[in-house]
C-alpha cells in the first residue's frame, strides 16, 4: 500500500495530539519526562512505522516486514525509560513515566499504521488511569515512603525519629543513610493502608524540624 502526502501528515498529526494528551497529564503531575518529551517519541515512532510501510511498498515483489524496523523502537525505548527511573534510598521514582513513555512508543507505531480508533481508545483509557489515581481509589497501595534529607548529625536524626514515635506514627522499616555531600538520608517506610492526607500531614511535620532541607513522598 503506497501512502500518500495527506496520509503522512494526517498520521503525524494526530500522532502529536495523542502523545500530547499523555504528555501533558504527566507534565500536569511534574513528572521527569512531561509534554515534549511524549510528543517527541509518539512522532519519532509514527514516522518510523510510516518508514517501514513506505520502504516494504518500494519493492512489493520482495518480501520485506514493515515489522522489522519498528520492532527495534520497543527495544530502543528500555534505554529512554531507563533514564527517567530514579532510586532514592528505598524510594524508586518515575516506574510509571518509563512506562508511559514506552506506551506512547507503540502508540506512535499504532497511529503510524493506521489504527487511528484503538489509538484513541488507548489514550482514553490511559488518562482515565492517570487522572483517577485507579490504584489509590481501589485501596491497593500497600505503602507509602517518606524520604528525609537533613544537614544536621546525630541530634537532627534522633530529633526526627522521637517526633515520630510521639506522633503515634506506625514505622514498618527504617533507613539511615550518609549521602557523599555530608548530608544524611532517612528512608521512613509507613505502615500499609496510612492514609495520604496522614502521610502528608507527617511530611510537614517533619519539614518544620530544624537541619531538614528536603522531604518527599514516594510509593
Known sequence: MELTYLDFTVRLIASAFLGGLVGFERERADKPAGLRTHIVVCVASTLIMLLSIHVASLNPDTYFDPGRIAAQVISGMGFL????IIRQGNIVRGLTTAASLW????????????????????????????FFNLDRHLG???????????????ETTSSLINKLLLAGIEITELTIDRLLDGRTSITIKLSRGTPLKRVQEIAAMLSAIEGVSEVSLGD
Do not use: C, D, N, Q
Open 81 to 84: 525509560g531507563a533514564g527517567t
Open 140 to 154: 491497593i497501595k500497600t505503602h507509602h515512603f517518606i524520604e528525609v534529607t537533613h544537614r544536621g548529625g546525630g
Open 103 to 130: 506506551f506512547v512508543a507503540g502508540l506512535g507505531l499504532a497511529v503510524g499504521a493506521g489504527y487511528f480508533i484503538p489509538s484513541a481508545i488507548s489514550v482514553l483509557i490511559m488518562l482515565l488511569v492517570f
